[in-house]
Structures are given as structure tokens and as C-alpha cells.
């Protein structure tokens, strides 16, 4: 079974700096996808973030990017320039491109923008 | 802009009470996911549909749970009895039809408190 893990339950960054969110998963496929969510206060669910197994380039969207290290599977999370707004929690989550699409999630990093 | 609905968005009950939840897709969505999240199991997948078919309802506690799609545009997500246990954030998802397999587009949640 797919496993998703978030170590660091709670982060801080300082306004205006880096911060980064570790992510690792287990799977025997080769063929998925990764995700970042972002869930603030109003609980809505925010899609961040994708990557795709097969491509070696790391997305990036705005201020985001990602991390993507297959061999290690691990999908890590950079917020560049870090803005009050980006307080939230932030789930990492998985989904085999074939067969059963359940999305697996991670358990969360609670993260803090400092002013 | 195309958004995925839930009534209602706050619901507290007593044990033993029927409770139903609902979801709209967003329009032209014909893939639909009930996703359940609690502190202690984080977000979980209950079950989910295609063409109003359900395709996988291993998450979901059979006894009391059940999932339906009286039409394209609903989804309903049904407990009885409810116990105490069930308290926690209900998110129905929508996906498009011939879209990436990835897309799922959330709604903004059913908090459920069963007293």
C-alpha cells in the first residue's frame, strides 16, 4: 500500500523568507502523481502544486516549486518570499495514474508566517 | 467561477440521528469523491463514483454508511445511525471527464459534530 509521510508537523518562516516542507512516500509504482495542498483556516482544500512521476523537471508555480527526488522518494515543498497568506496547513498527497484513484495524504505541516 | 458545493456546512447532531450530506459537482464533473477528515486519521477516501456508478467504497463503514448519485448533479453521502465517532470534516471532490486523472477539484467541507 502507498504511504505518505510529513515529518515536521509544525513549521515557522520569517515574512519575505524561504521555508521548505519535507515529504516522502512509499510505492511500488513507477507511474503517479504528487500534490501539494494547501488547507487554510476556511478548511478549503487548495491544489498548490503537481508533479508528474515521469518527468525529471521540477514544477514550479509562482513561488512554489518542489523538489522531486524519485530514487529517494521524496517531494519536498520551497515557498520562496513567504507572505502572511501562506499560513495554513499543507498536505503532500499521492495518486497512481492507473487503477484505483484514491488520493493517499499525508498527515500535514502546520505552517506559521511570522511578521 | 465553477466551484464543487456542500450543504450544509455545519451540521451537530445528536447520536443516533440521520444525517445526510450533499455535494454538487461541478458541472460536466462525472467523477466524485467523499473524502473524511479527522485528527486522529487525517483525510481519507470513504468512497467514489464515475457516471453516478460507484467504483470503490472500501473506506466507507458499511452498517452505516452510504453513498449515492441520484443524478449528475448530486451526491449525497448518508449515516445512520450516527455515532460520536463519525464527528469530523466531510469533503466531497469532483473530477472532469476526460481530464487529467489527477484533477480534483474539493469543496469547502461538512463539519459534522455528533454529540
Known amino acids: 500500500a502507498q504511504t505518505v509521510t510529513q515529518s515536521q508537523p509544525e513549521m515557522s518562516v520569517q515574512e519575505a523568507e524561504t521555508v521548505t516542507l519535507s515529504c516522502t512516500y512509499d510505492?511500488?509504482?513507477?507511474?503517479?502523481?504528487l500534490f501539494w495542498y494547501k488547507q487554510p483556516p476556511s478548511r478549503q482544500m487548495i491544489l498548490v502544486i503537481r508533479?508528474?512521476?515521469?518527468?525529471?523537471q521540477n514544477a514550479t508555480e509562482n513561488r512554489f516549486s518542489v523538489n522531486f527526488q524519485k530514487a529517494a522518494k521524496s517531494f519536498s515543498l520551497k515557498i520562496s518570499d513567504s507572505q502572511l497568506g501562506d499560513a495554513a496547513m499543507y498536505f503532500c498527497?499521492?495518486?497512481?495514474?492507473?487503477?484505483?484513484?484514491?488520493?493517499?495524504f499525508g498527515t500535514g505541516t502546520r505552517l506559521t508566517i511570522i511578521p | 467561477d465553477a466551484r464543487v458545493t456542500q450543504t450544509p456546512r455545519h451540521k451537530v447532531t445528536e447520536m443516533g440521528q440521520e444525517v445526510t450530506m450533499r455535494c454538487q459537482p461541478i458541472?460536466?464533473?462525472?467523477?466524485v469523491f467523499w473524502y473524511r477528515q479527522t485528527m486522529m486519521q487525517g483525510l481519507e477516501l470513504l468512497a467514489y463514483?464515475?457516471?453516478?456508478?460507484?467504483?470503490?467504497d472500501s473506506g466507507m463503514p458499511k452498517d452505516r454508511f452510504s453513498a449515492e448519485m441520484p443524478d449528475a448533479t448530486l451526491a449525497t453521502l448518508k449515516i445512520q445511525p450516527s455515532e460520536p465517532r463519525d464527528s469530523a470534516v466531510y469533503f466531497c471532490?469532483?473530477?472532469?471527464?476526460?481530464?487529467?486523472?489527477?484533477?480534483?477539484?474539493f469543496g469547502p467541507g461538512t463539519r459534522l459534530t455528533v454529540l
Open positions: 471532490a469532483s473530477g472532469p471527464q476526460g481530464g487529467l486523472r489527477n484533477e480534483q477539484f
Open positions: 510505492t511500488s509504482e513507477s507511474d503517479y502523481y
Open positions: 508533479q508528474e512521476a515521469y518527468k525529471q
Open positions: 498527497a499521492y495518486i497512481r495514474n492507473f487503477g484505483n484513484e484514491k488520493l493517499t
Open positions: 458541472l460536466g464533473h462525472n467523477t
Open positions: 463514483f464515475r457516471n453516478r456508478a460507484p467504483l470503490d
